[in-house]
């Protein structure tokens, strides 16, 4: 098969996964009494190239998230996620912050205060305003960076002093579960912090976004209040870690 034909097949396939995931999504918007609407798509791009990118960006996600400072380094300037807001969804370094603050529409892996204020201290050398999730260690995994519940609200009620900073919402990755459903109460209390903290008046503070659900569990995350969903091999087909 020829190179073009094999790419054309892999686009079309793409496409037709976006339709199903959107389905999926109305379903369980419409099943928990929300409007299909309310709920975004990210798509997780990590380890898919630039053509795979502006496949999903043409068959409709609502935005790109980028795992690594170097994948997003490299596909910025192919012009992959053009048409679409772009954002950093993995862990980052503070000495690779500059690479990313300024370059993306929203960092919503804010799993730290010194990352916190790095970006902050960054973002106002640039001159801009940074929009930023914080990430929540939901499931209080020890191998997992994120601010724990406390810390969060306490984070969020301290804005004030990042005014390089805009926090729009939270972002969370659960335990990786055993069993279907497994990671409902994660995504309910996740959906109680963030109306928590919605319900305060803070300065530098608009949340708007509850980043929770990927391609196993995203009908879960919709179910339990979930504003966006993180999907990589749903989209893009299993990933290859070998090559
Ligand atoms: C890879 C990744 C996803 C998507 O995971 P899939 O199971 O492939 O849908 C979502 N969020 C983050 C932060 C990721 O790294």
Redesign the pocket.
Known sequence: MTERLWAEMYTEQIAQNIARIRAQMAEAAIRAGRKPEEIMLCA?T?MNDAEAVKAAVAAGVDCC?E?RVQELTAKLPQGAYEGRPVHF??HLQTNKVKQVVGKVDLIQ?VDRIELLACIDKEARKQGVVQNILLEVNIGAEESKSGFTPEAAQQAAANMTEFPGCRLLGLMA?PPVSVHPGDNCRYFAEMHNLFVDISRKTYDNVSMECLSMG???DFADAIREGSTMI?????IFGPRNYNV
Request: proline share 0%.
């Open positions: 997780a990590k998230g795992n969804i993995g892996s990755i990927m391609s196993d993180r999907v990589g091999t749903a």
